[in-house]
């Protein structure tokens, strides 16, 4: 059954719950969330934490993680030690007009109610995202079991049972923490034409994507092909709001 559909009375009291993460090739992963902690005024750093130890990354090198159960039933976690948080992100969780089946996105203990339940279980997909400034960070969406985005036997469009491995999260995670490498593409970025437009932005991109290729950095981006089944593999939906 869908967890997104539960019919599950909103019971606040217990402070703490736990969900099950799983790596494709590997057992589960407790993360435990404790919505008493003071320590963690954004709730969110307590799962981005023990990603990054489940993973064998810095915590700063972690963008966000995207918790998803259905395409409007996610919530976005925002990571408090990374570059690009910013405390506006919280500011407005108002339902979008535009899209009015959304469910709130912030991480919250009154928007997890009813939705987030103990021992929930996921699956772990990363991504590497590139920067300008020649450096990399990752992005985590941790899939429910029961959504659309996964299948136990087979790849899907958002989750490919073979890229997800150990193996590979271990090259991603080698890619956004090799500085020789970063400083390498900062000196190959400083060569490429200055982006001033659409047009210049395409083949700056298209120059930049080169570059990895002969670094062989490109397999290691989240748009890859599924080495078993040969499509795609893409973000689910267009989104982060705010």
Known sequence: ???????????DSSD???IKVKVADEGYHDIVIDWSDERFPYKDQQVINQ???????????IRMTILDYAPLNYFDLRNIEHKSFDPRFYEDDAPDEDEPDFMPC?????NCLGRLNDGDRFVLRSYLN????????????LYSLDSEFY?????TDNYCHYSNTRT?????????????LHNILRARYAELPAIVDVASYEENYSQRRRIWRELDAKA????QRCSRHHYRHNSPYSRTRG
């Open 51 to 61: 990603l990054s130890t489940i993973i064998g990354i810095p915590v700063e090198l």
């Open 16 to 18: 703490k719950v736990t």
């Open 130 to 141: 590139w920067k300008l400034d020649g450096c990399f960070d990752i992005t985590i969406d």
């Open 168 to 180: 590979f999260i271990d090259r991603k995670v080698s890619v956004a923490r090799n500085t020789e």
């Open 1 to 11: 059954m869908d967890n997104s559909l539960k019919n599950i009375e909103k019971d």
């Open 106 to 110: 912030n991480f919250t203990r009154e």
């Open 220 to 223: 290691f981006f989240w748009v």
């Open 151 to 155: 299948n136990e036997n087979n790849c």
